[in-house]
């Protein structure tokens, strides 16, 4: 069966690909007259939109923990510094469609939009699948077909009355073809969704320059956190991944589970300091995550990979200097040890109190694991080193044995080169007619809603850019 445009991938790109195609070639009269005097009109773009799983907008789903961060209201100059690969191929589908317009049309289509703090926009109802459900309505509403449940096998071209048009062929062994493709099947991230990475073989026979793909916004490991000592290769599937289901050890129990609130957090490579941030970190079943845990991950995955030294370093006080740190300990140490209550206490117990001053309770435990050097001596007669306690808790020092890969990451870091591509349109340049939008892209940004935007935008893009191609 012929289409005028087929769609591969029913994600965020792919949804947004038919409304903007839809929209961009609409019914429009030719001026002439039909035989029997009828005024002639050409009908609606057939658009074709093939989705592998059974229903679409699974990964959208997943989003902002159920609730769907689907873009970041920040103007370009605020927006594009949170991309981290390629701004400029991305800046035409930005203003194309900015967050305001994407919010504008996500509220003219029925859904109900809140704006939170850092720019996050939400569904009003905080339920995810009510952005995928107004996404999906609006695309039929532009006239696009979806077909779940098929999943392309091959792409191959065709000559039809001397035009080359796209021959697509389903695993179920269903056949299409297009006069124009577009690729927006997501990366690698999630492969439960249905993101395994077909859209990049695809280009990649179409003659197209993959960049090496890695995972991004992923929880990064610590030395010691996970069981893999036993048997070191259980749970990879590459020397620095570390599966997310492999058992936590002790030390990782302790701390999964704890937040922490306005810390700061350095990234060094080699013994150098590479990158910084200040926020919230969250210990988890996966490692060190959270958004300033994500926001240095794309840099720690990628000098892990290239065989880099890395390590991450804790700020448990980052708005305090170290002298005024120093002083306040000092204080809180003489009255735990002049308090009434503290006698017959070990020195140990006493410190014990001491840092319950000084971070949330559940902490201590593991912080102790980590940094047994902030106490000295043996058997009950130990001392508490107060300048070791101060470093330990502007510097809590991670090195870090891996990371956690496509299963559970957020973005795909890499893809089709930003070489390849005319950023006006989201074309190939070397492949006529075939476009390339989303996740695919080499194109990634920090959590936030920014690369479900990006996703949206470039996508709408390839579907305005595609019809206008026809009309």
Known sequence: MHYDIIIIGGGAAGLMAAVGAGRAGGKQGTGGKQAGGAENSKERLRILVLEKMPRP??????????????????????????????????????????????????????????IERGDR?????????????????????????VRTGSE?????????FGERLFAVT??????????????????????????????????????????????????????????????????????????????LSALGTA??????????????????????AEGDLDFTDGGIEGPI???????AVKAMINGGKVSL????????????????????????????????????????????KLMPWELVQGFLKCNPSVFS???????????????SLTDWTFDLEGHVGYERCVITAGGVSGEEIIPKTMESRKVKGLYVCGELLDIDADTGGYNLHIAFSTGFLAGQSAAKSLR
């Open 293 to 299: 845990g994500f926001a240095v991950s794309r840099n």
């Open 255 to 276: 701390l999964c589970g704890i937040q922490l609130k306005n810390v700061g957090l350095a990234l060094k490579v080699n013994g150098n300091q590479v990158q910084e």
């Open 377 to 391: 001596g043996k058997n009950g007669r130990e001392t508490l080193k107060l300048n070791s306690l101060v470093n």
């Open 152 to 160: 392309v096998g091959q792409i191959g071209f065709e000559e039809e």
């Open 57 to 114: 907008g699974r990964k959208i789903v997943i989003t902002g923990k159920g609730r769907c961060n689907f873009t970041n209201m920040k103007d370009w100059a605020s927006f594009s510094p949170h991309v981290r690969a390629n701004s400029n191929l991305l800046r035409p589908a930005f203003y194309n469609l900015t967050p305001e317009a994407l919010a504008d049309f996500f509220r003219s289509e029925g859904l109900e939009v809140d």
């Open 170 to 247: 389903c695993t179920d062994g269903s056949e299409f073809s297009a006069s124009r493709l577009i690729l927006a099947t997501g990366g690698l991230s999630y492969p439960s969704t249905g993101s395994t990475g077909d859209g990049y073989r695809f280009a990649k026979e179409m003659g197209m320059e993959i960049k090496n793909c890695f995972p991004s916004l992923t929880a990064l490991v610590p030395k010691g956190y996970k069981l893999t000592g036993n048997n070191p290769e259980e749970g990879r599937s590459s020397q620095t991944h570390i599966d997310r289901s492999c058992e």
């Open 121 to 145: 926009a939400f569904p009003h109802s905080h339920k995810s699948m009510d952005v995928v459900d107004t996404l999906y309505n609006a695309a039929i509403r532009s006239g696009a077909t």
């Open 313 to 356: 370093g804790i700020n448990l006080k980052p708005s305090v200097d170290k002298a005024e740190l120093t002083a306040r300990i000092n204080g809180l140490w003489k009255e735990i040890k002049s308090d009434p209550r503290s006698k017959g206490k070990s020195e140990r117990q006493a410190g014990k109190i001491l840092l319950g």
